[in-house]
């Protein structure tokens, strides 16, 4: 769908376009399956908090009632693997290989764990090529000023830490130790090309930690193909794990011997329950992990998981970019504007608008049901949830700013 201008007549979009295009969605059905107490609620914040799955409540009423209150401690011996098995189920959502993702605590701290990482391995690499600085260590961490905060903070953090600088933008990476960055802009959706700018962090001998917060189950990747050492994100945006749900590390398999991270808890150790007087880290990508990891979290997140690996990730994809296209071309029918790219392929699963006056469009429209997120300094945004926003939220939504935005 787009709006058209065929000669002299201006195709309008309507709502009727909207129902009619959530009547011929493949994976509609899949809203069935979250509990919804208020269909008339318009929600475009799934990308914030994910909508609950229906079983959701159904599996952690089994765990609660089987495994913890009769199971009693007898259940760690199922629970021990639990982050690993969940991590398996993910693995093929971002085109990963069992045993190269984790679940585990937040993604503030698999942040600070992958950076520390990314930087060992880089001292490494300095170290058996003379193409580093001598000293075998880079002295900059590489950043954008507009990526989300906690990536900012940490890295910040870490730098103040180790004595690097931290640079804002990757034009110059001959300097670089290791180079942060999310796929998806958490304001403009704007997709970056993984592989192409992997291979040149690489080639420049940086390591790289994407953040695919935004686009672990939005969009169709392959960490593989991308050439992706190391990854984090987190669970309960477009995963619909639930809130506070556990983030994810992604190791790949061939760093597992040798990458190093800098909390050493007792779940990342060599026969962990040996008690043993020194940490040894383990040979897999449980050596990402620190403590007592939470069952509960990970029950939930567990099937939020597998809703999305039911729909599988091209399908999901392909209506994200299908209700994106559509809030783009309602932005141009409204003249809303928006940088959120035009072409599907350079973008994610949102869509932002801006307006001077968009903090107080979303607080208004909140109270009217309409849901979306405000992010500073002025952008009202649409988040599209493919297993859970229908055409008609995406059209209700936009309406209902364009109407506010007219004053
Ligand atoms: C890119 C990105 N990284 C990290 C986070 C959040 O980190 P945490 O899960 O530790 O709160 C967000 C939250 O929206 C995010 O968008």
């Given amino acids: 769908m787009s709006t058209r201008k065929l000669r002299h007549t201006v195709v309008v979009i309507s709502r009727d376009d909207a129902l009619a295009l959530d009547a011929a969605d493949p994976i509609a059905h899949f809203r069935d399956r979250f509990h919804i107490p208020d269909p008339a609620v318009v929600y475009l ?10 079983r959701t409540l159904e599996r952690l009423t089994e765990v609660y009632q089987h495994d913890w209150a009769t199971g009693l401690i007898r259940s760690w011996e199922h ?19 069992p045993g190269e993702v984790v679940l ?22 300095a170290n058996a090529n003379a193409t580093g600085t001598g000293n075998g260590s880079r002295p900059v961490i590489a950043i954008s000023a507009d990526d989300f905060p906690t990536d900012r903070y940490v890295v910040d953090g870490i730098a103040a830490a180790t004595g690097r600088t931290v640079r804002h933008g990757f034009d110059r990476l001959d300097d670089v130790a290791v180079v942060v960055r999310s796929v998806i802009d958490y304001r403009t959706a704007e997709l970056v090309d993984v ?16 953040d695919l917060s935004h686009a672990v189950g939005a969009i169709d990747i392959d960490l593989r193909a991308c050439g992706v050492q190391l990854a984090v994100g987190c669970s309960y945006k477009y995963l619909n794990g639930g809130p506070g749900a556990p983030a994810w590390s992604y190791v790949a398999s061939e760093l597992h011997a040798v990458v190093r991270q800098p909390i050493w808890g007792w779940f990342a150790t060599e026969r962990q329950f040996e008690m043993g007087a020194t940490f040894e880290p383990r040979p897999d990508i449980a050596r990402m992990l620190l403590g007592t990891p939470s069952i509960l979290a990970l029950t939930a997140a567990e099937v939020g998981i597998a809703l999305s690996a039911e729909a599988g990730m091209p399908a999901i994809h392909a209506k994200g970019t299908a209700l994106t296209t559509l809030a783009i071309d309602l932005c141009d029918q409204y003249g809303l504007a928006t940088p959120t790219p035009r072409d599907p392929a350079r973008r994610g699963n949102h869509v932002a608008v801006q307006h001077p006056n968009a903090k107080a469009i979303v607080r208004e429209l909140a ?24 055409f008609v939220d995406v059209f209700d939504g936009l309406s209902a700013v364009a109407r506010l935005a007219a004053g």
């Avoid at 914040?45 to 229906?54: A, F």
């Avoid at 192409?196 to 930690?209: C, I, P, S």
């Fill in 45 to 54: 914040d799934g990308n914030s908090l994910g909508m609950p799955p229906k």
């Fill in 367 to 390: 109270a009217r049901d309409v849901i979306f997120d405000f992010r500073e300094p002025n952008i009202v945004r649409a988040g599209c949830s493919p297993l859970t926003t229908r």
């Fill in 104 to 125: 585990h605590d937040n993604t503030t701290l698999c942040v600070y764990q992958a950076v520390h990482a990314a930087l060992g391995l880089n001292d490494a690499n």
């Fill in 79 to 97: 629970w021990v693997d639990l982050p690993q098995r969940v991590g398996d189920q993910l693995a093929p959502l971002i085109g990963a290989s």
């Fill in 195 to 210: 592989a192409a700018e992997t291979a040149r962090a690489h080639a420049a001998g940086a390591v790289v930690v994407w």
